[in-house]
């Protein structure tokens, strides 16, 4: 009998450590919800903690329990921007196909993931990691993961000897980025887009092409 009892209660203390680190969780995530929009619209510059904790509806303390500064909290929201694109590109390739095929099918789904005015995504185009300060850098480890997955496609297409592939990843990457400062709705659709883009470079290196 004290047995169940104390099963009951150890069982009581697991869910309520269970609950407590639900409500963090949705907590932080509100706060990155939140981050994601002020600093798409407002930028990292002109976004303060302040500024952030008041759309929350909390004190800023409660935000640096989450993050240790502006900084770490931008670099979440960056960093959850990307994980958005990196689903989107990899579930676009999981199906086989030729490699110019599957190349197509990641154009589309990156292009789709930032044309779908998500304020992650929104914040992801906008920003151009550079590299040159410790804050750039870990903005740059989080895009070169990503493109990690261009950089593999790229890799197994049926290329030309001396086909430059790091400038051909750039390049095409450079243009789908693009799309997102012309794009408007109603016109070509974001898939249409990106398979005319791929389909540009394929007909410049791959003869049998438009055949």
């Not at 109603?186 to 249409?192: L, T």
Request: charged content about 25%; aromatic content about 8%; proline content about 4%.
């Amino acid at each position: 009998m004290n047995e169940g009892k104390i099963g009951v209660q150890v069982s009581a203390r697991n869910n309520t450590g269970g609950n407590r680190n639900k409500g963090q969780e949705n907590r932080r995530g509100e706060m990155l919800d939140v981050a994601a929009r002020i600093f798409s619209h407002q930028g990292y510059a002109g976004t303060s903690i302040r500024d952030i904790a008041r759309e929350v509806g909390v004190q800023p303390s409660s935000l640096y329990y989450f993050f240790k500064s502006k900084e770490d909290l931008f670099v979440a929201v960056y960093e959850k921007g990307v994980n958005e694109i990196v689903n989107a590109v990899t579930k676009a390739t999981t199906k086989a196909g030729t490699p110019w095929a599957r190349l197509e099918r990641a154009a589309t789904g990156h292009l789709e993931a930032l044309l779908a005015r998500d304020d992650y995504n929104t914040l992801v185009a906008s920003i151009v990691p550079r590299g040159s300060t410790d804050f750039d850098r870990r903005l740059v480890q989080n895009r070169d993961d990503y493109e990690k997955l261009f950089v593999d496609l790229i890799a197994d297409l049926p290329l030309p000897p001396r086909t430059d592939r790091r400038l051909l990843r750039l390049t095409m990457l450079g243009a789908l980025n693009g799309v997102v400062n012309w794009y408007r709705p109603g016109g070509a659709s974001p898939a249409s887009i990106a398979r005319k883009i791929v389909k540009m470079f394929r007909l410049q290196l791959d003869p049998d092409a438009g055949s």
